[in-house]
């Protein structure tokens, strides 16, 4: 079955470590995304990419980094220096076509700071 | 600044009657808007995309209205059922390669 694949699920961190959440969809499509859900807002976004080996920042790219050297694969790296990781981390892909922009999701991984 | 805006109070509504969601936007002038379902712990769902264009889209009992003069969304569920008790988020293209921005969304509940 096509789809995008989340992991870990949950995911606990010590203050001042990094952590990869791994994103996979074999969707066969080009843009890929990820956001940040938190009780009571709306799902903002972190990083996205359009195409392999090129990625934007979203709205509140600080302390993450990501990369995109597959087309299936787009891992988000939560830095020490993101203030607050506490998060629903969700990943997302679509078509890169103009105006069709159904968003697929994965299930989402909670990380959760100690 | 830009803003979308659900109904953030809960929505509270009996098995069989149409239950009925708001999506307010400022400062956009969005080619298309999509509603979403997300149940707890998961991923949100794709439900229905309406263009500007369209004043309104349904599928099953859903039904969406589109009215770019007043920025507003409406979506409804008609005959609804405890099975559509969910949070259902609006979100808006922001660019034209899909790049969406998400309402916090309206948690819906239906009781038998």
């Known amino acids: 079955d096509g789809g995008i694949t989340q992991s870990p699920k949950y995911l606990f961190r010590k203050e001042g470590q990094n952590v990869t959440l791994s994103c996979e969809q074999n969707?066969?499509?080009?843009?890929m995304y990820w956001y940040r859900q938190d009780p009571g807002q709306g799902l903002r976004l972190i990083y996205y990419?359009?195409?392999?080996?090129?990625?934007q920042k979203g709205d509140i790219a600080e302390g993450y980094s990501v990369s995109r050297e597959k087309k299936e694969s787009f891992p988000l790296t939560v830095t020490s220096a993101q203030k607050n990781p506490t998060a629903f981390y969700l990943c997302a892909s679509s078509t890169r076509k103009p105006h069709t922009g159904e968003l697929f999701f994965g299930e989402g991984s909670r990380l959760t700071v100690l | 600044s830009q803003k979308i805006e659900q109904n953030s109070e809960a929505l509270n509504i009996q098995e069989g009657k149409t239950a009925t969601l708001t999506c307010n936007y400022t400062n956009y002038s969005p080619a298309y808007l999509q509603w979403y379902r997300q149940d707890p712990g998961r991923g949100p769902v794709f439900l229905l995309l309406i263009r500007e264009n369209e004043k309104e889209k349904r599928k099953e009992r859903l039904k969406v209205t589109f009215d770019t003069t007043l920025k507003q969304s409406l979506f409804h569920i008609t005959a609804s059922q405890p099975a559509d008790s969910a949070t259902y988020l609006c979100a808006l293209e922001t660019d034209s390669w899909g790049k969406l921005q998400f309402g916090a969304g309206t948690q819906v509940v239906v009781t038998p």
């Open positions: 990419s359009q195409i392999v080996n090129d990625f």
């Open positions: 969707l066969n499509h080009d843009a």
